[in-house]
């Protein structure tokens, strides 16, 4: 055997594949229309690239420190005091390889073999994957009948029919070993893929569970400047005890749109967390790459009312495609944030006589060439995502071209 089980037992990223498909067949000169996309259609501001030119013209082109550089750690303390009121110092935010990699190195520092985390579902793809990666357990939380939000009485019953070593609920689906103890919960805001930004009370009562039943929270807050409705709220602000408790995740992939040049960070309380994930940085990555740390300081110094325009777009994409499928009568996720519809498309998958969402994802992407997520790939069978992060033609065009699959 070549390949050790871990890497046997890691997917791919079905995001990332779906997207890369999509690109690839345009590039051969398909006419694709493309709902896969889980990154803006908007450059990145010419501010931030001027400031990476400038860094490598002044020859800012060589390692930094694992952890990142000053002064990109200063200004994300700031950042997170003044826009979160999350009281973090400077040495308590590590920059890293996108928010995936603050993730990833987090949960390679934090978890023993066994240790469960809780996922809420529909969940991002690669929670579960990095969970096993680092040998622990996933426990996977439905929310569908929770308006797909956390329930506090679900999340308390599950830790401690766990500490009981009692068999666990319907609600759970269990990837990996029985649960030594529950070590984490994974909280999204704006929701991947469903759009959802949870409310403070919501977030009031999760903290006060995590709190008595000793779970620590991950706050991935990627989405966090995309909010239409409602407003977004970290988690750790709620207070100091829950600040203690809580990683705050978040990058600078959605917000300034630089996916590609991979900045993220992950802040946190507790200094051996912070030199765990140091250290794994020291012996993977090394660092991020210092020219787009540069960027990364110009994007948080810089203006930030082109987000305004990127909003309103998002704004009217997401309006228009709502009424699409009021239209039709097909059920949705009213997205809150984020840039992302997730369609109840079960209904329409079994009166065509597909199989699964795959299949059906499959056969529209042959027969009309449009591709869009699976639910399946987000922990929720028979839904599919479709990103607005595309522009309004496209999205007609692509929506007209779904309305004649369906029917046809
Ligand atoms: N969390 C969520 C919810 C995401 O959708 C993504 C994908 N952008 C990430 C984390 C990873 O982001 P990054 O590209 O910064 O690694
Ligand atoms: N996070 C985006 C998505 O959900 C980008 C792809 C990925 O990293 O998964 O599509």
Same mark, same amino acid.
């Given at each position: ?21 999509? +690109? !690839? ?77 603050? !993730? ?69 689906? !269990? ?133 305004? +325009? ?99």
């Amino acid at each position: 055997m070549i390949l050790s089980k871990r890497s046997l037992f890691l997917e791919t990223s079905p995001t990332v594949a779906i997207t890369s498909k999509a +690109k !690839l067949l345009k590039a051969q000169g398909k006419d694709v229309i493309s709902f896969g996309a889980g990154e803006p259609d908007f450059d990145t501001p010419d501010f931030v690239k001027e400031a990476a030119i400038k860094a490598i013209k002044e020859g800012f082109t060589k390692y930094t420190p694992p952890a990142g550089i000053p002064e990109l750690r200063e200004a994300l303390a700031e950042k997170l005091k003044k826009e979160n009121k999350l009281d973090y110092q400077k040495d308590e935010v590590v920059v890293t390889d996108g928010a995936k990699y603050a !993730l990833f190195t987090l949960f390679l520092s934090i978890l023993e073999e066994g240790e469960g985390v809780i996922v809420l579902s529909p969940y991002w793809v690669s929670y579960t994957e990095q969970i096993k990666f680092a040998q622990g357990s996933v426990l996977i939380m439905d929310t569908t009948e929770d308006n797909f939000l956390p329930n506090e009485e679900k999340i308390k019953e599950v830790s401690r029919l766990v500490f009981e070593r009692k068999p666990l609920p319907n609600y759970i689906k !269990l990837i990996g070993h029985y649960p030594k103890r529950i070590k984490a919960i994974i909280i999204n805001t704006p929701n991947n893929p469903t759009g959802a930004v949870y409310p403070k009370k919501v977030l009031e009562k999760v903290a006060e569970v995590c709190l008595k039943e000793n779970i620590f929270i991950v706050s991935d807050e990627c989405y966090e400047k995309l909010v239409y409705e409602g407003e977004h709220i970290s988690i750790g602000s709620l207070d100091k005890d829950v600040l203690d408790i809580t990683f705050t995740i978040n990058a600078f992939s959605k917000a300034y749109s630089m996916t590609g040049w991979r900045v993220g960070y992950i802040a946190s309380k507790i200094k051996e967390v912070n030199e765990a994930i140091t250290k794994i940085i020291s012996q993977s990555t090394s660092n991020v790459c210092s020219i787009a740390q540069k960027a990364a300081v110009a994007a948080l110094k810089g203006p930030q009312d082109f987000l305004n +325009k990127w909003k309103q777009a998002f704004i009217e994409r997401r309006n228009y495609m709502c009424e699409f499928f009021d239209s039709l009568n097909i059920p949705y996720v009213k997205p809150q944030g984020a840039f992302y519809l997730f369609v109840d498309f079960n209904k329409v998958i079994s009166k065509k006589g597909y199989k699964s969402d795959m299949e059906f994802a499959k056969a529209l992407l042959e027969e009309k060439l449009v591709a869009l997520v699976p639910g399946s790939a987000f922990g929720a069978p028979g839904y599919a995502r479709l990103s607005y992060a595309t522009s309004l033609e496209n999205i007609k065009e692509g929506l007209k071209r779904i309305r004649e699959f369906i029917f046809s």
